[in-house]
């Protein structure tokens, strides 16, 4: 199955009046690290179908890393499940915890956005 591993760090501009991850930025990382994985397996272009049991655990700080790993758990004819998770990272002692999940279907699509067949693996 593909899988898609990805890093990014909270700054100030990231963050909501809490100085924590904004929700609508960590779920732009996450579409983008469901993105990564899904189009490494079909070899081209998908779009994001549908979004569903997005679970904020753990809020995530300024100044934390945080790791996205999206991994292609099952596929139809044009669409995959994605399951993304997310992980911060504190830096000061390496302490990692599991902070949000979510789960994606994304599409395959032709460059005119209609439903393309998954290739073979
Ligand atoms: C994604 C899109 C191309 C699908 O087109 P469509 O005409 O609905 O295509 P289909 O009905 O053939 O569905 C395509 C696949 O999605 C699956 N699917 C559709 N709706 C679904 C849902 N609600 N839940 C799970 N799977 C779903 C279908 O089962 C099918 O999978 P399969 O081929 O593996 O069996 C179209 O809905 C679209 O363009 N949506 C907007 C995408 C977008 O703008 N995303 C945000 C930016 S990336």
Same mark, same amino acid.
Do not use: V
């Given at each position: 199955m593909s899988e898609a591993r @990805?890093?990014?760090v909270v700054? !100030?501009?990231d963050t909501n009046h809490l100085g924590t991850l904004f929700g609508g930025t960590?779920? +732009?990382w996450m579409d983008r690290a469901a993105y990564f %994985? +899904? @189009?490494r397996r079909a070899r081209g272009t998908v779009v994001t179908r549908k979004v569903d049991e997005l679970e904020f655990r753990v809020p995530i700080h300024v100044g934390d890393f945080v790791e996205l790993v999206a991994t292609v758990e099952a596929e139809g004819r044009t669409s995959m499940s994605v399951v993304v998770e997310v992980h911060r990272e504190d830096p000061a002692d390496? %302490?990692?915890e599991l902070c949000t999940t979510g789960h994606f279907v994304m599409v395959c699509v032709n460059d005119d956005g209609t439903p393309r067949e998954?290739? !073979?693996l």
């Open positions: @990805s890093l990014e700054f !100030p501009g960590l779920m +732009a %994985a +899904a @189009s390496g %302490a990692r998954i290739p !073979p």
